[in-house]
Nanobody, 123 residues
Framework: QVQFVESGGGLVQAGGSLRLSCLTS????????IGWYRQAPGKQRELVAS????????NYADSVKGRFTISRDNTKNTVSLQMNSLKPEDTAAYYC????????????????WGQGTQVTVSS
């Protein structure tokens, strides 16, 4: 059974930091790229950061580049998203998912999604 469990969200003031975690199960974690997505009310889900299976390659949306850092621990099947200098426009529910390649993460068409973790940034 494929599962994604996101955690670490919360309420923070603008300029603050949060660290999100994604725990996966039911997939061959070590050969999958992982992506962090977010969805704000009334908006489409967007990919904000991704990391290759080895962790050597990362990609970021322009809106978060320089502020967010994605990392992974293949011994614990977890991926983290360190979010610094948070802005009110970062407010959204954050989700993670997996694919064998970055193209699949960009397409974002997955049958399974976790519950997500809510990030709220106050101004």
């Amino acid at each position: 059974q494929v599962q994604f469990v996101e955690s670490g969200g919360g309420l923070v003031q603008a300029g603050g930091s949060l660290r999100l975690s994604c725990l996966t199960s039911g997939i061959p974690f070590n050969i999958n790229a992982i992506g962090w997505y977010r969805q704000a009310p009334g908006k489409q889900r967007e990919l904000v950061a991704s990391i290759s299976a080895t962790g050597r390659t990362t990609n970021y949306a322009d809106s978060v580049k320089g502020r967010f850092t994605i990392s992974r621990d293949n011994t614990k099947n977890t991926v983290s998203l360190q979010m610094n200098s948070l802005k009110p426009e970062d407010t959204a529910a954050y989700y993670c998912n997996a694919d064998r390649n970055f193209g699949g993460l960009v397409r974002g068409q997955f049958p399974y999604w976790g519950q997500g973790t809510q990030v709220t940034v106050s101004s």
